[in-house]
């Protein structure tokens, strides 16, 4: 059976910094692309930083470029998300989304509130 579960939310005051992890279990992890994705409430879904299977490779969205790490442990079957400098704009429910031809497997998210 399938699992993704993310896990590393909270409040954190502007400034701060949180790390967001992605435990996956299930399939091939080590075949997937992982990606963070983000929804603040009254907004679309967007894509916040993603990861090659092999790790070698990133993308990160231009609001977050600098300011938060994604990287992975494939011995782990774990990704995370170090965010760093966090603003009142990075307010919203974050998602690990795996990703494998029409693989396409989504954890249920987790709170993140950046607020003084």
């Known amino acids: 059976q399938v699992h993704v579960v993310e896990s590393g939310g909270g409040l954190v005051q502007p400034g701060g910094s949180l790390r967001l992890s992605c435990a996956a279990s299930?399939?091939?992890?080590?075949?997937?692309?992982i990606n963070w994705y983000r929804q603040a409430p009254g907004k679309e879904r967007e894509l916040v930083a993603g990861?090659?299977?092999?790790?070698?490779?990133?993308n990160y969205a231009d609001s977050v470029k600098g300011r938060f790490t994604i990287s992975r442990d494939n011995a782990e079957n774990t990704v995370s998300l170090q965010m760093n400098s966090l603003k009142p704009e990075d307010t919203a429910v974050y998602y690990c989304?795996?990703?494998?031809?029409?693989?396409?497997?989504w954890g249920q998210g987790t709170q993140v509130t950046v607020s003084s």
């Open positions: 299930g399939f091939l992890f080590s075949h997937y692309v």
């Open positions: 990861i090659s299977s092999t790790g070698g490779s990133t």
């Open positions: 989304n795996a990703v494998w031809g029409w693989y396409d497997y």
